[in-house]
């Protein structure tokens, strides 16, 4: 009797209640259950993406060549987290939220980690890297105020493309990953 098991690579499955013949996980569990093993996940691919970034020797450095590799699926990632396969609940919906999103956070870390670890390294004045610090933070703010623009571009979708209210949203997210991949 366990929450969650994997078959083959990659896949790991819920063992749902009311879904599964012998489930015991109850279906308002799920989308916890789901960050749980995310967060275990990325207990184990953080350090390990830290790791091997610490120990490469590419001719871009130790850390850029990372992030060039993990920005773009993570910007892709996070957009598929908002379309669905279906335009209602479905199983199919939450398997593909689950895989994308298991896909996401090692494209993201892939990126974020060895950003992390560049700011440390791109000078070695103590002065430079508080200000480089303190331009990420404030880059960082303003990217959550844009983001939390999304409703109000969705708005502007729905009335400049005569769309519902869920296909604003996700023409909103879907700009706004895009942005992001840019920036």
């Keep these: 009797r366990t929450r969650a098991y994997s078959i083959g690579l990659g896949l790991i499955f819920f063992n749902v209640k009311g879904r599964e013949a012998q ?17 275990k996940l990325e207990a184990f691919t953080d350090p ?3 790791g091997i970034s610490d120990r490469s ?3 871009r450095g130790r850390r850029i060549p990372f992030m060039l590799i993990g920005f773009l699926p993570a910007a892709v990632m996070c957009a598929l987290m908002f379309i669905p396969l279906d335009d209602f609940l479905s199983t199919r919906n939450l398997v593909w939220l689950i895989v994308v999103q298991t896909l996401f956070y090692p494209a993201f870390s892939l990126y974020a980690i060895p950003h992390s670890a560049l700011l440390i390294e791109v000078t070695p004045d103590e002065k430079q890297r508080l200000n480089l610090a ?9 990217s959550s105020l844009t983001a939390a623009m ?4 969705a708005g502007a979708f729905q009335r400049g493309m005569n769309v519902d209210r869920s296909h604003g949203i996700q ?8 942005a992001s991949a840019v920036w």
């Design 150 to 153: 999304a409703p109000v571009l």
């Design 57 to 59: 020797h590419m001719n």
């Design 23 to 39: 489930g015991i996980v109850p279906p308002e569990d799920v989308a916890a259950l789901k960050r749980e093993v995310i967060e």
């Design 171 to 178: 023409y909103a997210i879907v700009l706004l990953c895009a």
């Design 134 to 142: 303190t331009f990420t933070s404030l880059a960082y703010a303003l």
């Design 48 to 50: 390990l993406i830290a």
